[in-house]
């Protein structure tokens, strides 16, 4: 048991992954706010640091641009709470009608694990804010709040469904814009490692169109606190992104402090 342990953290550790610790039977299984726009209903454990990480390539009306890194440190805190820091995530124009470029701002906030709810109906929420620290081009120059509301019901045969209920009150042009933002998915589980999605998700505002896509992906846990996703997807509005796809890898690094 120790050789194929020993192992198994010089094969991890050559491929560049954090150092092995050893794995029992209890260790929580890493579950991520990505690939898809649903954040997840639940929180990371107390005292553990989780690291999520994408790129996404958008085609939209002869523009083509691409986000990186997308990166959200995620801070277990309590045993139903966690603090959430988003790093600025770099947008660049890829050729087409010039499109802004630069960093973006910074999003701090919590979440708070509410459920299990009756009807075993995991909930969530998260409360938020970002801070204007991007490019003149892309920052919004504003502290914008914005609320969350995440759900998910696991039902037969590795078929779970959720969603998520968001308000972002947002700086666009110095003025206030408040969106109403629905999704909702149905996943399915492929493998005791994988599983595959498909989503909606809208914005809704008063002043500007719909913006609707509709979002395919997959994820793999390449060990219980590693993991790869791929996704893409395509507008459904006029005002959506015709199309985008992305990857991300995303880590997990537990018993950094309290318990």
Known sequence: MRNRLFIRCILVGAVGYLPCVAQTATTQEIVTDRPDITESSTVIPVGSVQVENGLTWTRDRGTSSIGLTETLFRVGLWERTEVRLGAPNYLDDLGGRRAPSGFGDTSIGLKEQLGPLPGAIA?????????????????????????????????????SVGGMQSLFYETDDRRRKLTWEPTFYMEREISKHSDVFVEYGGDYTRSDGARQVVHFGTAYRITSKQQIDFHFGFGLSRAAPGQFFAAGYSFRVDHLFGR
């Open 123 to 159: 909930l969530a929420i998260i409360v938020a804010f970002s801070v204007p620290t991007g490019a003149d081009r892309v920052s919004s120059h504003g502290l914008d709040p914005v609320i969350k509301l995440p759900w998910s019901r696991d039902l037969k045969d590795g078929w």
